[in-house]
Antibody, heavy 115, light 108 residues
Framework: QVQLQESGPGLVKPSETLSLTCTVSGGSISSYYWTWIRQPPGKGLEWIGYVHYSGSTNYNPSLRSRVTISLDTSKIQFSLKLSSVTAADTAVYYC?????????WGQGTLVTVSS | EIVMTQSPATLSVSPGERATLSCRASQSVSSNLAWYQQKPGQAPRLLIYGASTRATGIPARFSGSGSGTEFTLTISSLQSGDFAVYYCQQYNNWPPWTFGQGTKVEIK
C-alpha cells in the first residue's frame, strides 16, 4: 500500500520560502508524476505542480515564478519550495501520486504564513 | 485554463436516497475527468477516474458518466459516510490541472 507523508515547518514568515518534503513508502517512485496540491482554509483545491521520475517538472502558471519541485530518488522523497510567500499562501499542502488522476494522497500539512 | 463548474453548491439528501452531482468543463476534456470525496480534516479520496471507472475499493453505489464537457457523479443510495464534499478534476489540458469548486452533500 503506497503511503505519502508531508513534513516541514507549520509557520513561515512573509517574504520567506516555504519548504516541504513528501516521503513515499510502500511503492516505487518510478513511472509516476509526484504532485503538490494546496487548499486554503475553507476553500477548494489548487494544483501547484508535479515532478516526474525523469526529473521533468510542470507548474501552475499562476505560481510558476515562485515554485520549485524536485525529486530525490535515493531517499524516495520529493520536495516543494515556494518563495516570497504571503498570507495568501496559507493553506493545507498535500502531496499526491498522479497516474492520470491523483490516486494516493498524503494526509496534508497546514502551513500558516504570519510574522 | 479550463474552468470546471460544479452544481449544485450544496445538495441536501436523505439517507437511502439518490444523489446526482454535475460537473461542467469550459472546453472538452475528453474522458480525463476524476471525482474525489473529501471529509472534514481529511485528504481527498479518489472515487472515479476516466470519467466512469471506479477506483480500487470504491463501492458500486458510486458511478460516473459523461464525456467532453458534461459529467455526472451519482451515488445511488446515500449512506451516512457519504456526506462530504465532492470535487471533480480535469487532467486533459495542462497546465494546470483544474478542480471544480466542490459540491457539499449534506443530510436533509
Amino acid at each position: 500500500q503506497v503511503q505519502l507523508q508531508e513534513s516541514g515547518p507549520g509557520l513561515v514568515k512573509p517574504s520567506e520560502t516555504l519548504s516541504l518534503t513528501c516521503t513515499v513508502s510502500g511503492g516505487s517512485i518510478s513511472s509516476y508524476y509526484w504532485t503538490w496540491i494546496r487548499q486554503p482554509p475553507g476553500k477548494g483545491l489548487e494544483w501547484i505542480g508535479y515532478v516526474h521520475y525523469s526529473g521533468s517538472t510542470n507548474y501552475n502558471p499562476s505560481l510558476r515564478s515562485r515554485v520549485t519541485i524536485s525529486l530525490d530518488t535515493s531517499k524516495i522523497q520529493f520536495s516543494l519550495k515556494l518563495s516570497s510567500v504571503t498570507a495568501a499562501d496559507t493553506a493545507v499542502y498535500y502531496c499526491a501520486r498522479e497516474s492520470g488522476a491523483l490516486d494516493y494522497w498524503g494526509q496534508g500539512t497546514l502551513v500558516t504564513v504570519s510574522s | 485554463e479550463i474552468v470546471m463548474t460544479q452544481s449544485p453548491a450544496t445538495l441536501s439528501v436523505s439517507p437511502g436516497e439518490r444523489a446526482t452531482l454535475s460537473c461542467r468543463a469550459s472546453q472538452s476534456v475528453s474522458s480525463n475527468l476524476a471525482w474525489y470525496q473529501q471529509k472534514p480534516g481529511q485528504a481527498p479520496r479518489l472515487l472515479i477516474y476516466g470519467a466512469s471507472t471506479r477506483a480500487t475499493g470504491i463501492p458500486a453505489r458510486f458511478s460516473g458518466s459523461g464525456s467532453g464537457t458534461e459529467f455526472t457523479l451519482t451515488i445511488s443510495s446515500l449512506q451516512s459516510g457519504d456526506f462530504a464534499v465532492y470535487y471533480c478534476q480535469q487532467y486533459n489540458n495542462w497546465p494546470p490541472w483544474t478542480f471544480g469548486q466542490g459540491t457539499k452533500v449534506e443530510i436533509k
